[in-house]
């Protein structure tokens, strides 16, 4: 075996691989970054970038569809699955390259190939072993399927929903989190009849559930169907399509069934155990500075329990590159970290939900739901929604929940109330520019502040 060093090795280049690599360069360290596929992963490849770009495409269509609401004359011929592809494919394309130059002028070594993580530090690859002061995993994950539940053919996941260069005419969606309910956005918009089966009682079902209420509000409006607290039995499928049964004994027929029912920590195969790093289901064990139980051995992103997303990915990639570089940066806060569903009404959230917060402060809670059916800009650009804040009583903003088109921007409003502790009677003050949807969250403020200006 040929032995390379550098004062950090990756595993992974991903979201939370590249930004520990880029980080770490940029501090001064010599980096190798092993990657099997394509810079960038899951995100940029078959994630984030290509689902928001067919988002995007979809939220045109629906412009088109409805242009006459607002004067305009237009007629949607159709959509082109191909035009679709290319648009998309673009993007990435661009997003690709730009990463890849970022990463070379750093100066990171890119090593093509699946690494196996070995004692000492080190991974191989091949005949090649590359030992590090440190080594970082970031192996990401992959999507999950259910027992005996087999993926191929017209039984896709998010990856083969991707890849499909068809609009199909009915598509089943097995679990309504957010891949589920981002698609099923998606092929509504493009024309598909789609039903969404979900086990729990609502869509979303970690948000709050006034937020999940008033996205399937929005669904139904749309027209998607959702089978909610029914459970998957069984699918057989033929060259036409596909039959899903249910365990309480229906069955739907549909050309396609996407499989969105969790992704799983990508750590089978990889040397993990062996050499030291404890799993729990799957998921490696670390502390709260991200130390995995071997020695020198960290680990970032979808593998380390938590939220699933590439924001989390990016700051815990940072947070340990900054430590291998001496800083003592904070800890990442799972409670900051803000969540959004790119779907058509947007959801975007931070910090607990009202039950959350009633978990940990009793009845010391106060909620307050402002209707953006009282806010001009939402009416102006025709859309549905709430902005739910969740305060302690007398004390901090402890969450915030947004349901409504474009609310994924406004969301950081909420992160700095959350993050900072801020009590409405601090944001009370600050004004909000006239017309923006932003000024919902101002109104939500101030009425919990005992000063409601448009609201009751
Ligand atoms: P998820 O955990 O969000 O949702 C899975 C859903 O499937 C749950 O609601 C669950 O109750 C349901 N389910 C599980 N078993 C079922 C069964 N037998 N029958 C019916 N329903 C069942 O996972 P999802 O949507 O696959 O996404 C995976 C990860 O990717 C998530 O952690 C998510 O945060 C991340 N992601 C984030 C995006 C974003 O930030 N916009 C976009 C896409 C994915």
Redesign the pocket.
């Known amino acids: 075996m040929t032995e390379h060093t550098a004062d950090v090795v990756v595993l992974g280049g991903g979201s939370g691989g590249y930004a520990a690599a880029l980080r770490a360069a940029e501090l001064g360290k010599s980096v190798i970054l092993i990657e099997k596929d394509k810079l960038g992963g899951t995100c940029l490849h078959r994630?984030?970038i290509p689902?928001k770009a067919l988002l995007h495409a979809a939220e045109v269509a629906d412009h088109v569809r409805t242009a006459a609401s607002v004067g305009v004359t237009a007629t949607l011929s159709g959509i082109d699955p191909a035009g679709v592809t290319a648009y998309r494919d673009g993007i990435v394309a661009k997003k690709h390259k730009g990463l890849q130059g970022l990463i070379a002028a750093r100066g990171i070594e890119v090593v093509a190939g699946e690494g196996r993580l070995t004692a000492g530090r080190a991974v191989a690859v091949g005949d090649d072993l590359y030992r590090g002061t440190d080594v970082i995993l970031a192996t990401g994950?992959y999507?999950?399927t259910?027992p005996g539940l087999q993926i191929g053919g017209r039984v896709l996941t998010?990856e083969g929903a991707l890849a499909l260069d068809v609009i199909p005419e009915h598509v089943i969606i097995?679990?309504?989190?957010?891949?589920?309910v981002?698609f099923a956005s998606v092929w509504r918009s493009f024309g598909a009849e789609v039903t969404i089966?979900?086990?729990?009682d609502h869509?979303?079902?970690?948000e709050d559930i006034a937020v999940s209420k008033a996205l399937e509000r929005a669904f139904r409006k749309r027209g998607i169907a959702a089978r909610l607290g029914?459970?998957?039995a069984a699918v057989t499928q033929t060259d036409a399509g596909v039959a899903v049964s249910l365990e309480d004994g229906t069955s739907l027929d549909a050309d396609y069934l996407l499989v969105?029912?969790?992704?799983g920590p990508a750590s089978t195969g990889l040397g993990f155990e062996e050499a030291g790093v404890t799993l729990d289901r799957g998921f490696v064990t670390v502390d709260e500075r991200l130390r995995t139980t071997a020695d020198h051995v960290w680990a970032v992103g979808d593998i380390v329990p938590g939220?699933?997303?590439?924001h989390r990915g990016f700051a815990q990639g940072i947070f340990v590159a900054e430590q291998l570089a001496g800083l003592s940066p904070v800890a990442v806060p799972e409670s900051t970290i803000p969540?959004?569903?790119?779907s058509s009404p947007e959801v975007a959230s931070v910090g607990l939900t009202e039950a959350q917060a009633r978990e940990v402060h009793g009845e010391a809670v106060v909620a307050y739901e402002y209707n953006l059916a009282g806010n001009g800009k939402s009416e102006i650009i025709g859309t549905a929604g709430i902005v739910k804040v969740v305060r302690q009583q007398d004390g901090p903003i402890l969450g915030v929940h947004l349901v409504g088109d474009r609310v994924g921007e406004l969301i950081t409003e909420g992160q700095l109330a959350v993050g900072w502790e801020a009590h409405p009677d601090d944001l009370a003050p600050f004004i909000h520019a006239h017309p923006t949807q932003s000024e919902a969250l101002g109104e939500a403020f101030l009425a919990l502040a005992g000063k409601p200006l448009h609201a009751l």
Do not use: H, K, M, W
């Open positions: 994630g984030c689902t994950s999507s999950r259910l998010s097995l679990g309504g989190g957010v891949i589920g981002e089966v979900e086990a729990l869509l979303v079902p970690n029914a459970r998957f969105a029912v969790g992704r939220l699933q997303l590439a969540r959004v569903t790119y």
